[in-house]
């Protein structure tokens, strides 16, 4: 069958098994399908504004910038280049996307009316815009200092910087954030203002103290003081392009300053080793640091920011958070940028994957399994396990879109294919 065929039929939103026998089959394990639904929905995932436009942003520059490591590769046709142009194709993602939504912004996604305005001197009405069609669809809102692509990031260092009128800037401009974040937060309940910095040095580091001594002394100065309506976290990262030696926000050193100063975590999933997952990360964090933030993206190798998929890393994650028994402590966001790809495309696959592994992991019989390991019944927790597989989770994610409104199956990519005619071919 070709594509073009498969889209058109009933096979493109359509479980062979019925609803009503998928719950029957749960229940035989303990599992209530509707309950696992109605929390799968409910769940908030934040969703990152730079898919759109390849990390570019809204700024007006005086000066050529520096990627800071960041780089989206691929230049399919359509990037958005305005916040209209953003904006629209988020609500167009937005429509084939089940459950509770928030959006998440960078600070250079300022809109300044066409005049310069410095990082270190944003504000909350640089974002009015953003603020209030997020709360026209109802949507709450996160918000990130951009401590990257601009000419003060010097040497690859920013809050880390030897250099005082650096570190000030990027301090200033840290604070400046937090402040957006505090007006959102008021406006649409707290936000998460999540600090990520790309400091680092190639190679042969000799002084790997003191950056990260400058690190803790500007972070104490931007969190110093407190906002009830911003939830704080911070995030690291195992290398960076052009940082390959030594990267000063370190995963030990993010997480003991998170414990130490009694801020939240933020955990990426392509930020650490190839081979390393998160998973188990999270019920040892969880001890001693909340909230926990997730950014579920996906690394290919040396890349961190692939689309998200309904793989094992993914669904792992999602599995260890609910198995933790305090997932109202974890927070959901995702975090990449494919410009191979129909961006939109690349939200709503990413979006319903980490739904699709939220509801994956509510649906598991969880109780069963827990039953068997404390009673030394090892075969039978690996047989529970096996078991999920033979589970009719198709019929039951069908569900979950059909409460939520949108297309099931791949019915979801005639309106992309629609909307690439309709409206990204005219930026091409």
């Known amino acids: ?78 990037r958005a280049s305005t916040g209209d142009q953003i904006r629209a194709d988020f609500e167009m993602a937005a429509s084939l996307i089940p ?47 951009t401590c990257f692509a601009h000419p003060m990031v010097r040497d690859g260092m920013t ?49 790997r103290l003191g950056p990260r001594e ?29 940082v390959e030696d030594y990267t000063v926000g370190s995963h030990e050193f993010y997480l003991l300053y998170a414990c130490s100063r009694k801020c939240g975590i933020c955990f990426d999933m392509g930020h650490y080793h190839p081979t390393e997952g998160i998973a188990d990360k999270i019920s040892a964090a969880l001890q001693f640091v909340s909230p926990v ?48 790809i129909n961006r939109i495309a690349a939200w709503v696959i990413g979006e319903r994957s980490l739904r699709k592994a939220l509801l994956w992991a509510m649906l598991e019989p969880g109780d069963l399994a827990r039953e068997a390991e404390y009673a030394g019944n090892g075969h039978a927790k690996l047989a529970l396990q096996e078991l999920r597989a033979d589970l009719p989770f198709a019929a039951v994610w069908e569900e979950l879109c059909r409460r939520a409104d949108v297309p099931g199956g791949l019915a979801w990519l005639t309106e992309i294919e629609r909307y690439e005619r309709e409206v990204l071919s005219d930026r091409m």
């Open 214 to 242: 400058r690190l803790m002394e500007a972070l104490d100065e931007v969190l110093d003081e407190k906002m009830p309506a911003v939830i704080d976290t911070v995030e690291s990262k195992l290398f960076g392009i052009g």
């Open 99 to 145: 459950g509770e939504l928030r959006f998440n912004l960078h600070a250079m996604y300022a809109e300044t009316g066409g005049e310069t305005v410095d990082r270190d001197e944003l504000r909350p009405e640089h974002f009015e815009t953003w603020i209030d069609w997020c709360d026209e669809h109802g949507w709450g809102m996160d918000f990130n200092p």
């Open 159 to 207: 809050l880390s910087s030897a250099d005082e009128d650096v570190q000030s800037f990027w301090i200033r401009h840290c604070i400046a954030s937090r402040e957006v974040a505090r007006a959102i937060g008021q406006r649409l309940g707290p936000a998460a203002c999540n600090i990520w910095i790309p400091d680092g040095r190639k190679d042969a580091t000799v002084d």
């Open 1 to 78: 069958m070709k594509l073009e065929n498969l889209l058109d039929s009933e096979l493109s939103g359509r479980s062979e098994m019925p609803w009503e026998h998928a719950q029957e089959r749960y229940a035989e394990v303990g599992v209530d399908a509707n309950t696992a639904i109605d929390r799968a929905l409910q769940t908030p995932i934040s969703v990152h504004c730079w898919q759109a436009d390849d990390v570019v942003g809204l700024e007006v520059h005086d000066e050529a910038t520096d990627s800071g490591g960041l780089q989206a590769t691929g230049n399919y046709p359509g």
């Open 293 to 340: 933030l997730i950014h579920a993206s996906r690394g290919v190798r040396w890349d961190s920011d692939h689309v998200t998929r309904f793989n094992d890393d993914l669904r792992a994650v999602c599995d260890e958070a609910v198995r933790s028994g305090r997932f109202d402590e974890i927070l959901w966001a995702t975090d990449f940028f494919d410009a191979s």
